[in-house]
């Protein structure tokens, strides 16, 4: 692995260090031998770890037990680690709120705003900046799998998370320059991961991925010459669709490989059901009452997605006289959600 203190610095910094993704950045840190800047408001918390991880691996860890949403936070984190040698920062707190965005009051929904969103590009714009100075750092901004697509019922969360992800592949871009790595976590740490010799991956929860996100994530491992394993654990003893992802078929030489993503996306569909076009439902009884999504060929699927592209790009408001029929049906289906 990487020496980070060689190639950062002798501190990072870890906002949200008190439980969950970012005490484990803060473990993962220690055990790599950097010290750690552990940022929270539960300071008791804080203090524990700090203890912890400097007598497991010898680090000398600081406690800023700090309100990320109060005013002028994160120029007193700033001047709180002022004289420490900081050369990597884990912009990781975050909250999120689910439900319909109108239930909520626009207080939560504000403070989901600046906590995931305005935070991480101030801490990114604070440190980015010293870091380009001194030529050397990294940034890490904890984005989320929900950035990929707009999420009616986490909207405001969605939409935060997808201004993140979109921010840090853009700094990476901009700040590689200058010596400053960014990476964006989404499921995992993705932008610029390459590690060959990865020969172990352990998914916990496994039944809650689509399996075409398994065998995704099971991608990462195995790229070495060493034998790897990917372990999934999960509460279904007996589950048809995980099975699939230790199910053999035969290519086209006779020898028995693992179904790729296609077959596996398809068994998924097939098992699950597609589920809901604009509603929440992520899987279920399908809305098409004719067409099996299962199994209609997928050449077909991106035709139809081109075709529909090149009628939008020519008739967005679909008010052509030769696009009434399409007009009407798009206009029954937002009616049907409640969106028209
Ligand atoms: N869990 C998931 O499935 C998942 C998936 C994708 C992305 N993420 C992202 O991963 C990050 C961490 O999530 P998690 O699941 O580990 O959450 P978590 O266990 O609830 O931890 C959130 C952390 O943020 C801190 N925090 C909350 N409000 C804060 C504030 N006002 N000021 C300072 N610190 C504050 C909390 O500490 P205190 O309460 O002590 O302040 C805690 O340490 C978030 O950005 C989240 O959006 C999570």
């Given at each position: 692995m990487k020496d980070l203190r060689a190639a950062y610095g002798q501190y990072a910094v870890v906002t949200g260090?008190?439980?969950g993704i970012g005490e484990e950045f803060a473990r993962q840190l220690a055990a790599a031998g950097v010290n750690v800047v552990l940022v929270a408001r539960r300071k008791g918390r804080l203090d524990a770890l700090a203890a912890e991880l400097s007598r497991i691996h010898g680090t000398t860890n600081e406690v800023v037990a700090l309100?990320?949403?109060?005013?002028?936070a994160v120029d007193e984190l700033w001047r709180r680690v002022g004289d420490v040698d900081v050369g990597l920062v884990v912009a990781n707190a975050g909250i999120s709120l689910a439900g319909?965005?109108?239930?909520?009051?626009l207080a939560d929904e504000l403070d989901v705003f600046a906590l995931d969103g305005a935070v991480p590009l101030q801490l990114a714009h604070r440190f980015g900046r010293d870091f380009a100075q001194r030529r050397r750092g990294a940034i890490v901004l904890v984005s989320s799998s929900i950035a990929a697509s707009p999420v009616p019922y986490s909207a405001n969360y969605a939409a935060v998370k997808a201004y993140v992800l979109s921010l840090g592949q853009a700094l990476n871009y901009e700040l590689k320059k200058d010596g400053v790595d960014v990476l964006v976590a989404t499921t995992?740490?993705?932008?610029?991961?390459?590690?060959?010799?990865?020969?172990v991956m352990v998914v916990l929860?496994?039944?809650?991925?689509g399996l075409a996100q398994l065998h995704q994530l099971r991608?990462?491992?195995?790229?070495?010459?060493e034998r790897s394993y990917c372990v999934l654990v999960s509460d279904?003893?007996?589950?048809e669709r995980l099975a699939a992802m230790t199910a053999k078929k035969r290519d086209e030489n006779g020898r028995e490989v693992p179904l790729d993503g296609f077959d596996l996306a398809k068994r998924d569909l097939a098992i699950r059901?597609?589920?809901?076009f604009l509603g929440?439902?992520?899987?279920?009884?399908?809305?098409?009452?004719?067409?099996?999504l299962a199994d209609v060929d997928p050449e077909l699927i991106s035709e139809t997605a081109e075709e529909a592209d090149r009628i939008l790009a020519g008739d967005a408001a679909l008010s052509r006289s030769e696009h009434a029929e399409l007009s009407r049906a798009v206009d029954q289906l937002w009616r049907r959600y409640a969106l028209a």
């Open positions: 260090a008190s439980s309100d990320l949403l109060a005013d002028g319909p965005l109108v239930a909520h009051s995992v740490v993705e932008v610029g991961i390459d590690i060959p010799n990865a020969t929860g496994a039944e809650r991925f991608g990462r491992i195995g790229r070495g010459s279904a003893s007996d589950s059901g597609a589920g809901e929440v439902r992520q899987s279920g009884v399908p809305e098409l009452r004719i067409v099996d």
